[in-house]
């Protein structure tokens, strides 16, 4: 059985799957990120594991090992000051799996892992442009035209979450303001809530909260709370304003919402639609599907990480670290 | 020798010409687009045009005919709707050049032409990750990624011009709100000119044209006048803030300025430049270049029409109208 291994790593979490072409995960496992104070503890670790899999499986033939990493660059097969990680610097990833295993190995950011599985195994199965929006503690984002993801010419592309939206807007995690990320996403949601509560005189079930999430407020929404809805709403407006701006540029068939924000449904789909029409250009108007995506959020890291492989195969696009 | 037919389509006139693989325009002609009623009339002097051409120049061995457009689509070989043209509807121009040429043709609008030209004779020469920008009256962007123009799902990608950069901002022919080109084109810069003039109460060279023009704010700007220069930076502000969000999403290698108010040169470079930078989130600070067209004014449109024919001939992908 032809299989790849799937590797996310994430602040939190390293999950790694062995996944068939259908898209079945064969063999998992995670690790605590915490648990490896190097990088290279991490990938002696990892692979050890992989390779208990492939001697207890004898018929899984690997095609390779794909990665999805905050700051994961597909043309460098490094990691790039990552964000949320405790490991610093430039990380050689690709590099130090290649010293374990005889075998392509690919990595990208984790919004353009998800972008890829979506293609091979979700909602843009068969779609050649489509833009994928990762709506979690940030904003990240995945633009594939012609059938190929744009990594632009630096490996870089996709930085839709730091587009500014609102010029001397809130301040955001990368020193300037008004990004896009600060209002559309898991924690952008929960800053308007914040500030929207503050100013409200009326009854909302929110002000009864020890603790605002996007997630509460979504269950706070779903029973009909003004306040929420109007939370929704704002958020919406932002996000379809500049879903908008991005489709006059790379006039998408679709895009698809994924992540925590995006699991409160069409709380988020709805509203975000009716701003995305009411800012877009009539050429393009009542012809971008909003979808959510379709791959299930339990697997979708360690999906989207093997999709890599399967993706660099056909496209015989490999990268292989010189030495 | 081997040569494509290039031709334009603009609002006043339509040239057409013969290009090597050089770029050496063999030979060309051109009428007044207001000369044909109807684009049948158009499409059958043309041809008469070009056939006469071939028969004088035995030599000539015809790859193709690539056409740039307002509002031409790659996918459909239709030009819809155009803007500026006298001519209403879809119009099935390739098939119609189809019925007098057994010769693959190829159209795209005039921003994507003029991409493809630069990528193969100018200052895009080698890159696989870049923007061109159109400032004529409109602004015009055609997008390149991973070595191909971005055309998105319905042929329609690379309306820039059309993203919103002030909500609620300048009224736009398309109907809508603060879009760039109201701000950053030739025509943008001189609504600009005409409300700074009517609040300044200082002296400007301004004040004494008879009529303003983006040539003619240039040649105040070269002066030293004052207020010229505050209108550039004003244009260069909206542009160099649009161009930073733009590399967030595609994390082009270079932006290329062409046309009418690009001929300012720095005038409208180094603001653009200073402004770009200041916007940009780090990752992308000090990577991208920005640059002046290399492809000569005159022949451009030519020049990238007919790039176009070996372009989609190098990558197979000429698109035939089914009957």
Redesign the interface.
């Known amino acids: 059985m032809k299989v790849a291994v799937g590797i996310d790593i994430g602040g939190t979490n390293i999950v790694w799957g062995f996944v068939d072409q259908q898209g079945v995960v064969q063999a998992q496992g995670n690790f605590l990120t915490a648990d490896f104070s190097t990088p290279a503890e991490f990938v002696r670790t990892t692979s050890n594991a992989i390779n208990e899999v492939i001697q207890n499986n004898s018929d899984f033939q690997l095609s390779g090992i794909g990665i999805g990493a905050p700051n994961g660059n597909y043309f460098h097969g490094t990691i790039e000051d990552p964000p949320n990680l405790v490991w610093n610097g430039i990380i050689p990833i690709r590099q130090m799996f290649e010293g374990f295993f005889d075998l392509p190995v690919c990595l990208t950011n984790d919004a353009n892992a998800a972008a890829i599985g979506e293609m091979q195994f979700g909602a843009a199965k068969g779609?050649?442009?489509f833009v994928i929006i990762t709506l979690g503690t940030g904003l990240g984002?995945g633009?594939v035209?012609?059938g190929?993801l744009?990594?632009?010419?630096?490996?870089?592309?996709?930085?839709?979450g730091?587009?500014?939206v609102e010029?001397d807007g809130r301040k955001c995690g990368?020193?300037?303001r008004g990004c896009l990320e600060t209002y559309a996403s898991a924690t952008g949601i929960v800053r308007t809530a914040k500030i929207m509560l503050e100013k409200h005189s009326g009854v909302s079930l929110l002000s009864e909260l020890d603790h605002i999430t996007s997630k509460n407020i979504a269950v706070c929404a779903e029973k009909g709370d003004e306040l929420a809805l109007q939370i929704f709403d704002y958020t919406a407006k932002k996000l379809g304003?500049s879903l908008?701006?991005?489709i006059?540029?790379?006039?998408?068939?679709a895009i698809i919402l994924f992540g925590g924000l995006a699991n409160a449904g069409k709380l988020i789909l709805e509203p975000t639609q009716r701003y995305m029409e009411q800012?877009l250009?009539?050429?393009?108007k009542n012809?971008v599907k909003l979808l959510l995506s379709q791959v299930p959020e339990k697997n979708a890291a360690i999906l989207g990480a093997a999709a890599l492989v399967w993706k660099t195969e056909s496209n015989n696009t490999f990268v292989k670290t010189s030495t």
Do not use: Q
């Open positions: 779609l050649n442009d984002s633009f035209a012609n190929n744009i990594y632009g010419h630096d490996g870089f592309a996709g930085e839709l730091h587009t500014i010029i990368c020193g300037r304003f908008a701006n991005t006059a540029i790379s006039s998408p068939e800012n250009l009539s050429l393009f012809k």
